[in-house]
């Protein structure tokens, strides 16, 4: 999915400020370009509060009903990507050859809405000429992540609003941000494994083609490593996956996309499903650990849902890789 966060949450309306008025354009929660930003956190005893933001939320829709307590609003959003998806081309966009993947990017959002804020790194990645047609019903967001992806990248709106780019991360090497374990400070409330090889592949061969290169080529990437349970010469056999891009002009460049989308795959063999008590600093594409007595692995977070209810439990899925180092 190309929206990353999404709100769903409920609020009372004790003195009618947030409510929407159609006729008098007044509420505050009126979801017509209205933004609300969420915060999780804790009250410590000596009164204290440490809170950690868990998005910035374009308002698409609000209910209005009615309890004993008052009026109830019920409120839907979505990140700031609908910003940009909402604001179609009219007319072919162009970007330029030489332009880097940053530049390139950072060209395309603003041009769409002209006061994202991104943080990009330097990728040293440089585009050929890109063409985004004006398609009926085309998402330009939808185009600039499918651009990011096609070098490796990952690209979303942050917690704090931001867009951000960065690299897939690879379970196998890059540190877990938290170790969950067994113990008198455990925080899992409950832990479910499902084994399906239905979506998993183990190859990944990406396929250059298009006026920016001089011949179509292909670049294959396999799963090496003979102690996977997807290792390609194992009982799993060759499952490869197909990813073609005319945005790709080397070998190279395959390589590094061809690798970035295996690393993805890492793990889908085996989903884990969790409960814990909430982290709010958690997002996708966490590393996380999860060791227990007979139990232990790496897992990169797929999706999270955040309770904001003080009495909520967190819960999340990941891909995992079970680790031998003990």
């Not at 670049?219 to 290792?231: A, G, H, K």
């Amino acid at each position: 999915r190309t929206v990353r966060r999404t709100l769903s949450l409920s609020v009372v309306d004790a003195d009618g400020t947030l409510t929407p008025s159609q006729a008098a354009s007044t509420g505050l929660l009126a979801p017509y370009g209205t933004e609300l930003f969420v915060y999780r956190g804790v009250e410590y005893a000596d009164g204290t509060e440490e809170l950690v933001p868990v998005g910035v939320y374009v308002l698409t829709q609000v209910t209005v009903s009615e309890d004993a307590s008052g009026e109830v609003l019920g409120v839907q959003g979505s990140d700031r990507s609908i910003r940009i998806s909402r604001n179609k081309f009219l007319n072919p966009y162009k970007i330029d050859s030489g332009v880097t993947l940053e530049s390139g990017l950072t060209g395309l959002l603003r041009d769409r809405w002209v006061d994202v804020s991104t943080d990009f790194p330097p990728t040293g990645v440089v585009l050929p000429d890109v063409v985004i047609e004006a398609e009926s019903g085309g998402d330009p967001w939808a185009a600039a992540v499918g651009i990011a992806e096609a070098f490796g990248y990952d690209l979303a709106f942050d917690a704090d609003g931001v867009a951000r780019m960065r690299v897939i991360p690879d379970v196998t090497i890059d540190d877990a941000v938290e170790t969950y374990q067994d113990g008198a400070d455990a925080v899992l409330t409950s832990l479910t494994r499902t084994f399906d090889s239905s979506r998993s592949y183990n190859g990944v061969i990406v396929t250059a083609e298009g006026t920016n290169v001089d011949a179509p080529f292909r670049v294959i990437v396999w799963d090496e490593n003979p102690n996977s349970i997807t290792y390609r010469f194992g009982d799993f056999g060759e499952v490869p996956f197909f990813y073609k891009s005319s945005l790709i002009t080397t070998p190279d460049q395959a390589a590094v996309t061809a690798a970035a989308l295996l690393r993805k795959a890492t793990g889908q063999t085996e989903a884990i499903e969790w409960g814990q008590i909430v982290n709010p600093a958690h997002d996708v594409l966490d590393v996380i650990r999860v060791k227990r007595e007979a139990l232990d692995l790496v897992l990169l977070v797929d999706r999270l849902q955040l309770p904001l209810a003080p009495s909520g439990v967190m819960s999340a899925v990941a891909r995992s890789q079970e680790v031998n180092d003990g």
